[in-house]
């Protein structure tokens, strides 16, 4: 019996699936039959239901070809029959062939071909990537943190780039004061003092960090959105700013391998020191507090990653420096990017062409021009001299030892200077394969030679 459209709802099938139904199970295939049917025992109720399951499902089960061998050429199918049947030979193994294209095809929307134009020519637009969109940085909370140097503000930053919560630890003691009449303008995150909502209380603000003053139980000054950006004066030195890029075995467990956990105890103790001042600025004080901050970038490794980063030691140990075993592990010498940190110096008031220039503290000419490339304006590059090379000069010049004990530093490294052959060799590398800017004299012993 035929299937007719009163055998199925309306809505569930069109009359092209009933007509493609009644010719798939009818008794007889209606056309020239040199096979015989293989699908003639398949339900209808079955196809039917495959046939209105939604979007999901595809009905076009004879579009497959599931059995390739029905459809070989007759001709060789007889050519091989005539063969010897003794003589070994290697049939072509036949392999499963689809010709409907991927489901995630079928599920996109259909976009109708346009009807061709005769005698007109149609030119197409140049495909051009579309622009990356521009970084976005948002101070999420800020809080005071205490250090062997000083007291600072711990700033955590989200972004529209990844999924990464980058630091930026600001040292400025005018933070703890609203009051205009200070010499420089405070370092306050724009992004964190802003209003976010029309609902939100002074609770809110505070608990997120955005006051002002010192926080206490009986102090509680939420802050309000600056509405503008004040100029500092032209006497007062730039502030000092360290762009650094995480690195857990040099920081928390005190690896001697390199001398980042060193150079941000440095960083901080350098940006924490009283600023002098010139005779015409402060009649009353010839200095003032030492103000600046620490863009922490969570990029281990210079980009390529803890995992990378422990197997590129391997292959330090085995002889390599460190350019080369980033190489050999398929990475850069170098892949840190530095668009999120600029955007976070913009969002603290530092370094764009309204706000204040910055004194970058590196010792690494590459970051300088990444840096200015994005747009920082940086006035002037600070060395950062390791601190066991310091004390090597200081031994030359009969200052003695005392100036390289034991001392607090916000690392495990503490105040100390990291030292030890496998750092005269990172740091070697990093002078005649890298280019930084440092008096290799100074290394003394092999790693000068």
Known sequence: MALTESFYPPPLLAESDTALLDILTSPRWQGVQKFSRRDAALDPL???????????????HYHHDFFPGVQADAAARSKRAAEDINEPQERKRM??????????????????????????????????P??????????????????????????LYHN???????LAIVVDPAQYSDDSSVLAPPI??????????????DTDRITRGAYVGKLSPTSQHPSRPS????????????PLVRIHSECFTGETIGSMRCDCGEQLDEAIHLISQPISLPDNVSPNSRTMPGRGAVIYLKQEGRGIGLLSKIRAYNLQDLGHDTVTANLMLGHQADERGYEIAVAI??????????????????NNPDKVQALEKEGLRVVERVPMVPRSWRHRSHS???????????????????????????????????????????????AGGQAAS
């Open 345 to 362: 110096l913009r969002d603290l008031g530092l370094g764009s062409e309204l706000g204040e220039g910055v004194r970058l503290l590196t």
């Open 95 to 128: 392999s499963y062939v689809s010709r409907q294209g991927p489901r995630r095809l079928h599920l996109q929307p259909a976009i109708s071909p346009q009807p061709a134009i005769p005698s007109q020519i149609i030119s197409l637009p140049s495909a051009e």
């Open 396 to 442: 030359q010049a009969g200052t003695g030892e005392a100036e390289l004990g034991k001392a607090a530093g916000v690392t495990m490294i503490g105040g100390e200077g990291v030292r030890g052959e496998d750092l005269d060799k990172y740091l070697r590398t990093k002078i005649l394969r890298m280019g930084h800017m440092l008096p290799l004299y100074l």
């Open 160 to 166: 529209n780039r990844d999924n990464k919560e980058h």
């Open 130 to 155: 579309s622009p990356i969109s521009s970084i976005e940085v948002k101070c999420m909370a800020r809080t005071r943190i205490p250090t062997p140097h000083g007291p600072g503000f711990l700033h």
């Open 227 to 238: 509405l503008r950006q004040s100029s500092p004066s032209t006497s007062i030195p730039y």
């Open 188 to 201: 306050r995150s724009r992004s964190l003092d802003a209003v976010w909502s029309d609902y939100e209380t």
């Open 46 to 60: 079955l196809l039917a239901v495959a046939a209105s399951a939604g979007t999901h499902t595809t009905r076009n």
